[in-house]
């Protein structure tokens, strides 16, 4: 049984206690100023991305103070409300000390539904974030982030308000029009006669590329920046140096390229860069580590087997990757995406990036399969990742051993139809029906990891 955390006696940060730190500069900037940026999603990601980026801009001298809001849970509010909406970001560096930032860009933090909405139908509003995971666009029922989308942009409309900039910034392949559409019909369907021409007229929904590696805090990164702070910080994150955001021009975005943002015409090519040569060999390495037992993605880079493994995949998803379509040299980024796996100093686990693979592996794996079918190009170790994901999500022993338990909203349904029907029948539900001739593939090899271990990751040819 772990021993009760003892609670840090020392100060918490906040507005009232910033003055007391001498280790680490404060937010260089007026904090009492506007809130014109929404973001739905404040975790982690969020905190050490969007929220660093606002922190960039009112340094800069922009306004861009952040009304954050959770739409389903307490905890960012828990862990920011004391603060003042103040937290810090500590980078983390393979030789190099870590550095912690104060960042001061959240204005606010609320949570539900309601403050979203208020959020979105706010007047002085004028770019609406989010950070919901692929699993928030699965569902544009009450409390869904497309529904209350509609519901602030009613208001807007209603109240006489102008438009605004919606930008989603999670890992979806065309995350502007997957959004715009799931609001356009949560509009259509239940909102008043013209709202879906008003969103049409008024609102921009730009797709976006975010990138930062940023592992679920700790326990014992709070204590470390408790420690360089002399304040305890409940809302910590940590993360690598690394930082992007790559987003499409339309009317009305805000300044965002005084942060470094880089603003483009189209991001559809660098979308299929992150997703494929970045989020696919993450899974990779996420799953075959946790095939050879490692607890971190930088564990499964140092070893031979899983990063030849990975390695390999890389070239499959090269072979089918058009390096003409306007997006970054993709042989470049897949090497510095594996570079920034490598980083030790950052914690980021197997089973943190192994968690959703049901919706992640749908947007990051699943299309290159089907790219390289169309080619009759081989998909076997496509197949092995995906196979790996259904034992560690389904418990299947390997060898004997069930892997290290990754957490997926899936995870029943899966364990149902491999219990009830077999491995073919789990791996058609993992795949889906695009690919279900696919399934037959994927539960063979189920079949020789569940038999051979990670074995599997050398005699995939
Ligand atoms: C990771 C991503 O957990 C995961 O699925 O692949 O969160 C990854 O760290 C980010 O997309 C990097 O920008």
Redesign the pocket.
């Known amino acids: 049984m772990s021993e009760a955390k003892a609670p840090d006696r020392r100060p918490r940060l906040a507005a009232s206690t910033l003055d007391a730190v001498r280790t680490v500069s404060p937010p260089a900037y007026d904090r009492s100023g506007p809130a014109p940026y929404v973001h739905l999603g404040p975790g982690a990601?969020a905190r050490a991305h969007l929220g660093v980026y606002a922190d960039d801009l009112l340094i800069a001298g922009h306004p861009a103070r952040v009304r954050a809001v959770a739409l389903r849970h307490g905890t960012a509010e828990r862990q920011l409300g004391p603060q003042d909406g103040l937290y810090t970001v500590t980078t983390r560096e393979p030789s190099a000390a870590p550095v912690t930032r104060i960042v001061g860009s959240f204005a606010s933090v609320a949570t539900g539904a309601e403050a979203a909405v208020a959020a979105v139908a706010d007047p002085t509003t004028t770019l609406v974030t989010l950070t919901v995971t692929e699993h928030g666009y699965e569902t544009t029922g009450p409390g869904s982030a497309a529904e209350v989308l509609a519901l602030g942009l009613e208001a807007r409309r209603v109240a006489g308000h102008g438009g605004l900039v919606i930008a989603s910034l999670d890992?979806l392949l065309d995350n502007g029009r997957v959004l715009r559409d799931q609001v356009l019909a949560v509009a259509a369907d239940t909102g008043p006669p013209g709202l879906p021409e008003w969103i049409e007229a008024r609102v921009a929904f730009p797709g976006s590329v975010?990138?930062?590696?940023?592992p679920a805090p700790t326990d014992a990164d709070r204590v470390e920046v408790a420690e360089r702070l002399g304040l305890v910080d409940e809302a910590a994150v940590v993360a690598e140096a690394h930082r992007s955001w790559v987003v499409e021009a339309v009317d009305g975005l805000p300044p965002l390229a005084a942060a470094d943002v880089e603003v483009v015409a189209g991001v559809g090519a660098h979308q299929q860069r992150?997703l494929w040569l970045?989020?696919a060999p993450?899974?990779a390495l996420?799953y075959g580590g946790l095939l050879v037992g490692h607890d971190t993605i930088a564990a499964a880079v140092a070893d031979p087997l899983v990063a030849g493994f990975v390695r390999r995949l890389v070239d499959d998803v090269l072979a089918v990757v058009d390096p003409t379509d306007g997006g970054p040299e993709p042989v470049g980024y897949a090497e510095d995406s594996l570079r920034r796996f490598a980083n030790p100093a950052l914690g980021?686990t197997c089973t943190?990036?192994?968690?959703?693979g049901s919706r992640?592996l749908a947007q990051?794996v699943l299309p290159v399969v089907e790219a390289r079918r169309v080619r009759d190009l081989p998909v076997d170790r496509f197949a092995v990742v995906v196979a790996a994901w259904l034992a560690a999500v389904t418990g299947t022993p390997v060898q004997g051993r069930p892997l290290a338990a990754v957490e997926d909203p899936a995870a029943g349904e899966l364990r149902a139809a491999l219990g009830a029907s077999g491995p073919i029948a789990a791996a058609e539900s993992a795949v889906g029906s695009a690919l279900a001739s696919w399934a037959p593939d994927v539960a063979a090899a189920l079949d020789q990891l569940v038999e051979g271990g990670a074995g599997v990751l050398e005699s995939t040819p």
Request: proline fraction near 0%; hydrophobic fraction near 40%.
């Open positions: 990601f890992n975010v990138d930062r590696m940023v992150k970045l989020n993450h899974s996420a980021h943190q990036v192994g968690a959703d992640k990051r």
